[in-house]
């Protein structure tokens, strides 16, 4: 079975500046995916960004990009330039053979 | 406008009384399941289903029945509902090629057991 841990459950930052959102993933296959979702406060399920496992370049969505290390299992969110509307909160999940497993979440805030 | 309905949004209910929420999706999408969402412990996966009569158990099945007799529908079952069964459902599906295609959630089901 896999797992995902999201170690930071809250962070801050203030606008304009740049994020870091960690994520680490534990799994026995090969063919699988990663993605962020983003929550806001109206609680609907975003995609931000996607990441195939067997591509080596880093996935880029505008002002959201990963820093993806497949041997270290590692599956960061980088997000640049941050806006008020960035508050939410942000899961990092794992997506195999039918089953998609996700971490606990990190609460980012955008200070004005 | 593609989308993937879930209803009722909020739901009230007593111990031991049956009942559905609704799930419908109208993007001809194979693939559909339930989580629940509680504080601390992210989303978990109650059942999913990769294809019509095709059903199984994600981490959390225990208390909850489903069924795919329609592709575009999953509907999730409480047979006899208790008070830790309240939390936040959501149902989400997504597009054949089930590894690349990102998952596309309804809006929530809040459910409260008391």
């Known amino acids: 079975a896999q797992t995902v841990t999201q170690s930071q459950p809250e962070m801050s930052v203030q606008e304009a500046e740049t994020v870091t959102l960690s994520c680490t993933y534990d799994t026995s296959e090969n063919n699988y995916y990663l993605f962020w979702y983003k929550q806001p406060p109206s609680r609907q399920m975003i995609l931000v960004i996607r990441?195939?496992?067997?591509?080596?370049q880093n996935a880029t969505e505008n002002r959201f990009s990963v820093n993806f290390q497949k041997a270290a299992k590692s599956f960061s969110l980088k997000i640049s330039d941050s806006q008020l509307g960035d508050t939410a909160m942000y899961f990092c999940?794992?997506?195999?053979?039918?089953?998609?497993?996700f971490g606990d979440g990190t609460t980012l805030t955008v200070k004005p | 406008e593609a989308q993937v309905t879930q209803n009722p949004r909020y739901l009230i209910t007593v111990t031991g009384k049956k009942l559905t929420v609704t799930c419908s999706q109208n993007m001809n999408h194979e693939y559909m399941s339930w989580y629940r969402q509680d504080p601390g412990l992210g989303l978990r996966q109650i059942y999913y289903s990769m294809n019509v009569e095709v059903t199984d158990k994600g981490d959390v099945p225990e208390g909850y029945k489903v069924s795919r007799k329609e592709k575009r529908n999953f509907p999730l079952i409480l047979e006899s509902p208790s008070p830790n069964q309240t939390s936040l459902y959501f149902c989400?599906?997504?597009?054949?090629?089930?590894?690349?295609?990102?998952?596309?959630f309804g809006n929530g089901t809040r459910l409260t057991v008391t």
């Open positions: 989400a599906s997504s597009s054949p090629g089930v590894y690349n295609s990102p998952l596309h």
């Open positions: 999940a794992f997506k195999g053979a039918g089953k998609s497993t």
């Open positions: 990441q195939e496992a067997y591509k080596q």
